[in-house]
Antibody
Framework: QVQLVQSGAEVKKPGASVKVSCKAS????????IHWVRQAPGQGLEWMGW????????NYAQKFQGRVSMTSDTSISTAYMELSRLRSDDTAVYYC????????????WGQGTLVTVSS | EIVLTQSPGTLSLSPGERATLSCRAS??????LAWYQQKSGQAPRLLIY???SRATGIPARFSGSGSGTDFTLTISSLEPEDFAVYFC?????????FGQGTRVEIK
């Protein structure tokens, strides 16, 4: 079955960077875009951007441009999201999700990775 | 940038009752709207896409309606497993955006 498995929780200091991984299985990795969405504690969902694993092309929400980098390694069917210059308000659960075709929406999602930014 | 406003913030109902959730867009998103369910401590799950289509495996008690700026998610008869938070999402305009969510809690 289609599955996205993310890396474990991280604790980082302000100003540091974090890199979250998302390993795909059960489908052809290069055939579907991967999106990243985050959720601050007790808050709603915030779209961050996407990567096309086939071409490496990316599209980032303006809020994160200059601080986020989405990459992929097709040899191991894994997507990555790196966020730099972390601040306390970056504390959130970060999700990856497959952009399903032909439905053209996010399904399924990874289990989420909690990133805590604290001095 | 499109803003999605969900109402109410919290809906307190009993099992077996009908739930009606609203999502209003600040400008038209055509039918490019989806609904997701998120249970406590879990990732969101796609319920409804393109405003009215149920995702694979979603029970028939979930239905979506609307187009343009006003959308509704209806749960015809609440089951115990339906008590969760529901988010709407649009992808008609960049950037994609989510509503702030409606919590459906047991009364």
């Amino acid at each position: 079955q289609v599955q996205l498995v993310q890396s474990g929780a991280e604790v980082k200091k302000p100003g540091a960077s974090v890199k979250v991984s998302c390993k795909a299985s059960g489908y052809t990795f290069t055939a579907y875009y991967i999106h990243w969405v985050r959720q601050a504690p007790g808050q709603g969902l915030e779209w961050m951007g996407w990567i096309n694993p086939n071409s490496g092309g990316t599209n980032y929400a303006q809020k994160f441009q200059g601080r986020v980098s989405m990459t992929s390694d097709t040899s191991i069917s894994t997507a990555y999201m790196e966020l730099s210059r972390l601040r306390s308000d970056d504390t959130a659960v970060y999700y990856c999700a497959r952009f399903d075709v032909p439905v053209n929406w996010l399904d399924p999602w990874g289990q989420g990775t909690l990133v805590t930014v604290s001095s | 940038e499109i803003v999605l406003t969900q109402s109410p913030g919290t809906l307190s109902l009993s099992p077996g009752e009908r739930a009606t959730l609203s999502c209003r867009a600040s400008q038209s998103v055509s039918s490019f709207l989806a609904w997701y369910q998120q249970k406590s401590g879990q990732a969101p799950r796609l319920l409804i896409y393109d405003a009215v289509s149920r995702a694979t495996g979603i029970p028939a008690r979930f239905s979506g309606s609307g187009s343009g700026t006003d959308f509704t998610l209806t749960i015809s008869s609440l089951e115990p497993e339906d008590f969760a938070v529901y988010f709407c999402q649009q992808r008609n305009n960049w950037p994609q955006a989510f509503g702030q969510g409606t919590r459906v809690e047991i009364k």
